[in-house]
């Protein structure tokens, strides 16, 4: 429809045409959901499209955003991308997922797309808290006014918008869970090799912490994430004697621990288990009774808000699009995980 179509939706709706441009566009202004659904009633009568691509030229904005994660199967960064563009297309923008595969130099490339004009701005989880080349990355961009927010981790001191869940506290409260059923050895199980992110970092201190007050001995281990992860893994579990309980930095090993700890020899049915983040149980692994029944009732599991996580995100890098930039406006959201 020409542009005299959004002066005639303007004008039924009683709204200036700078208003009813920006809500037909999907930009965050501040109006009545009346009003607002008022303009979209009567452009959906109309059949009116907005032109995007106009608008985009006009602004010098391609409306697209760049989700960079260090991969994408299944669990929480699936469930993450799903949010984001979920909640990118009602506010107007188009999303471009980029998978790290947890490599750093794959992540830089990536980072680069900041410079083609392409997209607008930038969502990523960074893989590793102090890795020299992209952290260089990271302030190059900010010194140069992109917009981009760190979702689930962050980079040490590199300011900058991030939206993450309360790390620290929930590996605080599962540990002192543990603490309060009468466990005392409680062994902090984590990935070792590779970039380690903020989020590890942060786990590890809560559970150091939590066990310190306690007056208890901590028994922090670390595996290595490769093919060969279930042979290693069990080799750490039978270099030591059995634990009361287990916390596992991330559920997504989950599956890994609980025929590892079958291989060790562990009485795995006496121990108590602990993660962050729901886990899916292959379909062999289901028809194991011996395994499945090492998480009957003995299995504690705190669900990060990834929904209001990607929301928040989301709006936190669209406002830098679409406004100024300023370095004392970065926020630091922390969202409150649940227990499951």
């Given at each position: 429809m020409a542009k005299s179509g959004l002066k005639q939706i303007a004008l039924e709706a009683q709204v200036s045409l700078t208003l009813a441009s920006q809500v037909l566009?999907?930009?965050?202004?501040?109006?009545?959901?009346?009003?607002?659904?008022?303009?979209?009633?009567?452009?959906?009568?109309?059949?009116?499209?907005?032109?995007?691509?106009?608008?985009?030229?006009?602004?010098?904005?391609?409306?697209?955003?760049?989700i960079i994660v260090p991969f994408t199967p299944i669990g929480y960064f699936s469930e993450l991308i799903y949010h984001m563009?979920?909640?990118?297309?009602?506010?107007?923008?188009?999303?471009?997922?980029?998978?790290?595969?947890?490599?750093?130099?794959?992540?830089?490339?990536?980072?680069?797309l900041y410079k083609s004009n392409m997209i607008d701005g930038i969502i990523v989880a960074p893989l590793d808290a102090k890795e020299p080349q992209n952290h260089a990355t990271y302030l190059k961009m900010g010194t140069e006014g992109f917009p981009f927010v760190f979702v689930d981790r962050q980079v040490h001191e590199v300011p900058a918008d991030i939206v993450s869940s309360d790390h620290e506290r929930i590996a605080m409260r599962l540990t002192q869970n543990l603490i309060d059923k009468g466990c005392r050895d409680i062994l902090f199980l984590h990935k070792e090799n590779g970039p380690i992110s903020s989020t590890t970092i942060l786990r590890s201190s809560g559970y150091a912490q939590a066990m310190h007050v306690a007056g208890l001995t901590q028994n922090n281990r670390g595996f290595v994430f490769e093919e060969s992860m279930e042979s290693n893994l069990a080799q750490v579990l039978s270099s030591i004697p059995q634990p009361d309980a287990v916390f596992l930095h991330s559920g997504y090993y989950m599956p890994h621990l609980l025929q590892c700890c079958h291989k060790a020899g562990y009485k795995a049915e006496r121990m108590q288990f602990t993660t962050v983040d729901g886990f899916n149980l292959p379909h062999d692994f289901l028809q194991r009774r011996e395994l499945l029944a090492q998480i009957n009732g003995?299995?504690?599991?705190?669900?990060?808000?990834?929904?209001?996580?990607?929301?928040?995100?989301?709006?936190?890098?669209?406002?830098?699009?679409?406004?100024?930039?300023?370095?004392?406006?970065?926020?630091?959201?922390?969202?409150?995980s649940q227990l499951l």
């Open positions: 566009n999907g930009r965050d202004v501040r109006v009545s959901e009346q009003t607002k659904q008022r303009i979209l009633d009567i452009a959906a009568k109309q059949q009116y499209v907005p032109n995007r691509l106009a608008s985009g030229l006009k602004l010098k904005r391609t409306n697209t955003i760049a563009e979920s909640h990118a297309m009602s506010r107007g923008y188009n999303t471009l997922v980029l998978n790290t595969f947890g490599n750093c130099a794959k992540e830089r490339k990536a980072l680069e003995n299995c504690e599991v705190i669900i990060q808000n990834v929904k209001e996580i990607a929301t928040i995100a989301l709006d936190r890098l669209i406002k830098q699009i679409e406004g100024a930039r300023n370095e004392r406006s970065f926020q630091f959201v922390e969202v409150t």
